[in-house]
């Protein structure tokens, strides 16, 4: 894949985990059962997310007590924290299934314990979401604005030349 379309398949995943998550967020608006299907699915999307990053996370990881640059070092950090509460949230949230784990047959025990963790995990993860989405901040409107916006106003060009050749005939 080349570079421009490595990034362009980035950063539309990297959107769809995005919205996923922040409507994951919202339970009593989408209901129990969207909340935990849609999990079930975005936790699926984290992993081709972390293959999609796995050069830089093997590159990073082992350098990081070496000398690397301070921005890497700390946005490993904060992805390293994400990671994290994310892994916690997932486990927490199968924890406190009510539709995902019957639907397979499997069934655990209510705990108030496991609840707390995944509202605290839950917490945890929007927080780094924050600060990931901050380090990247020029990243996402550099190739939003590249691969979103111009292909966009594009369309808007194209269709004014239309109108204006068809209008002169």
Same mark, same amino acid.
């Given at each position: 894949?080349?570079?421009?379309?490595?990034?362009?398949?980035?950063?539309?995943?990297?959107?769809?985990?995005?919205?996923?998550?922040?409507?994951?967020?919202?339970?009593?608006?989408?209901? &129990?059962?969207?909340? @935990?299907w849609?999990?079930?699915?975005?936790?699926?999307? &984290?992993?081709?997310?972390?293959? #999609?990053?796995? @050069?830089?996370?093997?590159?990073?990881?082992?350098?990081?007590?070496?000398?690397?640059?301070? @921005?890497?070092?700390?946005?490993? $950090?904060?992805?390293?924290?994400? #990671?994290?509460?994310?892994?916690?949230?997932? $486990?927490?949230?199968?924890?406190?299934? !009510?539709? /995902?784990?019957?639907?397979l047959?499997?069934?655990?025990?209510?705990? $108030?314990?496991?609840?707390?963790?995944?509202?605290?995990?839950?917490?945890?993860?929007?927080?780094?979401?924050?600060?990931?989405?901050?380090?990247? /901040?020029?990243?996402?409107?550099?190739?939003? !604005?590249?691969?979103? $916006?111009?292909?966009?106003?594009?369309?808007?060009?194209?269709?004014?030349?239309?109108?204006?050749?068809?209008?002169?005939?």
């Open positions: 894949m080349s570079g421009q379309n490595r990034t362009r398949t980035n950063l539309f995943i990297d959107i769809g985990i995005f919205l996923a998550f922040l409507l994951i967020m919202m339970p009593r608006l989408t209901g &129990i059962s969207i909340h @935990e849609l999990a079930l699915a975005f936790a699926g999307t &984290i992993v081709v997310h972390l293959l #999609f990053h796995w @050069e830089w996370i093997v590159g990073v990881a082992p350098q990081f007590f070496a000398r690397l640059i301070h @921005e890497s070092r700390l946005n490993f $950090v904060i992805d390293l924290f994400f #990671f994290l509460a994310l892994v916690m949230l997932i $486990v927490s949230g199968f924890a406190i299934s !009510k539709v /995902v784990l019957p639907a047959g499997l069934s655990l025990p209510f705990s $108030v314990i496991w609840k707390q963790v995944h509202k605290t995990a839950a917490d945890a993860a929007l927080i780094a979401l924050g600060l990931h989405c901050g380090m990247h /901040v020029k990243w996402i409107a550099q190739n939003g !604005k590249r691969h979103i $916006v111009a292909p966009i106003a594009a369309l808007f060009k194209k269709s004014a030349i239309a109108s204006e050749s068809a209008g002169g005939k």
